[in-house]
């Protein structure tokens, strides 16, 4: 048998009472073979390797998150204080890095959303804390974004598009 498709049972729980004649005789049936009445868990291998990739996810996401948001705060207080974006860089690395870590952070506070509308709440704080740490240092970058774009379009009548203007660097 693959794996990934072997299937493997346990009883949930072993706390309960003993049997009684109005159960079903799917329930008689688990008391026969496990000598409680709950229901068994179905684990597959297969959570295994989910659980492994959801791991590398947030691994990845708390790594972009922590060096992302920094890169924001730079961008927002450049913007607000010159008007303009950061500088493109040596080979537009600097610009990259700052469209990136916008990206970043729509992503993760993307994924927050998601996760919240299908259990009920956010993301799971993570090792030591860090994604739920990075999931609310997002959402923060998200807020700012909102407030300095405003404020920018309000003073200036627009907001820097993404690539470098001649009026900003050149």
Known sequence: ???????????????????????????????????SYAPLKVLSMANESSESESSTIAKVAIVGGLISTPVIGWSLYTLKTTGCGLPPGPGGSIGALEGVSYLVVVAIVAWSLYTKSKTGSGLPNGPFGLLGAVEGLSYLSLLAIVVVFGLQFFEQGSIPGPLPSDQCFG
């Open 1 to 35: 048998m693959h794996a990934s498709k072997m299937l493997l049972l346990s009883p949930a729980c072993t706390s309960l009472p003993a049997p009684h004649r109005n159960r079903s005789s799917s329930y008689n049936a688990i008391y026969r073979r496990t000598g």
